[in-house]
């Protein structure tokens, strides 16, 4: 019984440590302990946690915010004030208003409390199949309050894509006490791959040791690395994503012929169907570097590491370019922003160790392949700037503020304080 209460606890610790970098907390299905570990959370007096339990109804958006609001106005009684007042023509939308929905619902929850919040989404299995409700939650993570946190318990893995959220440090996956840092679908792992999949730079599909040279055009290959993309996908999912122009039955037909096609590229049926969801079949074994880099990158985050350089450097030689280079779909977009983050960070904190070992120059050229990556990133900018200026090299850093200057404002982008105070201290 000890044994037990120790495993909770250590749970609970693991869980309450990762609050301060993830917005959102997935506890895996296959934990022992997650309905224990949830009851305590809910006992805890440091914490204000809000509970809701989804249920069969939860289909869709509106139901789900109609009932979530109304149990969690019998938790704290002016939840739900400005999302009454949204008219329910916003419903009729989704897609248009979705953006309007989380802010709105995001101004309810930062009238909580001024403490540690949590919002707990019980049972959240009944949102499988609601493709809605799952947008709606993906996108709230990265909206939330500075302190509040989103806390997911389920039965089977959310539909959602935790890879590219724990890419950019903005979710954590646990199975008791552990922090799950590899194998985060626990569908694509074994000793021997049939299929080699190279989504980060120009992407490649390689078959029993050949390249897949015959797509029958871009959708069968996109398709393919769609559904590696989750745990699961519905076909509406897939529709609204690749066809969303269509009405449901033409887009339904156009699916049933990619994935045809994507099955004649491969030669074998790569997309299974089990009652209302797809997936790459679980029985082939398939190396995919995007799960390989996010596994390096926790890896890097571990402080029990025995070489987080060593790691960190494996992250940036697997980044070989922006996910699905070349492509400019929406759900393409938001992957590759999510996995630039990834490759950032490895590349700043690579700089960082040769900082400590007194190899600037070396800190100097990681900061500068991090500006090639994404140049509107201020922190790589200011990282830079005091580099230079530590170095004595204090005309270089304002030259590169100058840089700053010029690109920001052919974007229409400001500056922020922080930048210009490290500019103003470097010139005094």
Avoid at 90 to 105: A, H, K, M, P, W
Avoid at 183 to 208: C, H, K, M, T
Wanted: negative net charge; proline residues 4%.
């Amino acid at each position: 019984m000890n044994n037990i209460n120790t495993l909770i606890d250590q749970f609970y610790q693991t869980m309450r440590s990762h609050l301060q970098d993830a917005k959102l907390i997935v506890l895996h299905p296959k934990s022992r302990y997650r309905s224990v570990v949830l009851a305590r959370l809910l006992n805890d007096p440091e914490i204000a946690t809000f509970y809701y339990a989804m249920n069969h109804d939860d289909r869709t958006l509106k139901t789900f915010i109609e009932n979530a609001t109304h149990d969690l106005a019998n938790q704290h009684p002016s939840f739900g004030k400005h999302l009454n007042m949204l008219p329910q023509s916003v419903y009729e939308n989704v897609s248009e208003n979705l953006g309007l929905i989380q802010d709105t619902f995001i101004r309810e929850i930062s009238e909580l409390s001024d403490g540690l919040n949590i919002i707990v989404l019980d049972e959240f299995d009944h949102t499988d199949e609601a493709d809605d409700v799952l947008d709606f939650v993906e996108g709230l993570v990265d909206k939330l309050p500075e302190n509040c946190h989103l806390l997911l318990n389920s039965r089977t893995l959310p539909r959602i894509p935790v890879i590219a959220m724990i890419a950019r440090r903005k979710a954590a996956l646990l199975l008791d006490g552990d922090l799950v840092e590899r194998d985060f679908y626990q569908n694509y792992r074994g000793e021997n791959y049939r299929l080699q999949v190279f989504a980060l730079g120009p992407s490649n599909v390689i078959l029993d040791n050949k390249t897949v040279e015959s797509w029958e055009g871009h959708l069968p290959r996109l398709l393919f690395f769609f559904a590696l993309d989750r745990p699961i996908v519905t076909r509406s999912e897939i529709c609204h994503a690749f066809w969303p122009e269509l009405d449901t039955d033409q887009a339904v037909n156009v699916f049933h012929v990619t994935k045809r096609r994507l099955h004649k590229a491969l030669g074998l049926d790569v997309l299974m169907h089990n009652e209302n969801y797809y997936q790459i079949d679980p029985a082939l074994g398939v190396y995919y570097d995007v799960l390989a880099f996010v596994e390096t990158l926790m890896q890097g985050r571990n402080p029990n590491t025995s070489s987080q350089f060593d790691a960190w450097q494996e992250a940036s030689r697997l980044y070989r370019g922006p996910f699905l280079q070349g492509h400019n779909e929406p759900w393409i977009d938001k992957r590759r922003a999510a996995f630039r983050v990834g490759y950032l960070e490895a590349l700043t904190n690579m700089a960082t160790t040769w900082i400590e070992r007194d190899k600037k120059e070396m800190a100097l050229r990681l900061y500068r392949q991090a500006l090639d990556e994404d140049f509107s990133k201020e922190e790589v900018h200011r990282k830079m700037m005091s580099l230079y200026a530590n170095m004595g090299r204090r005309a270089e850093a304002v030259s590169h503020f100058q840089q700053i200057e010029r690109f920001f404002n052919d974007q229409g982008l400001k500056i922020s304080p922080e930048t210009l105070q490290l500019f103003n201290d470097i010139k005094a």
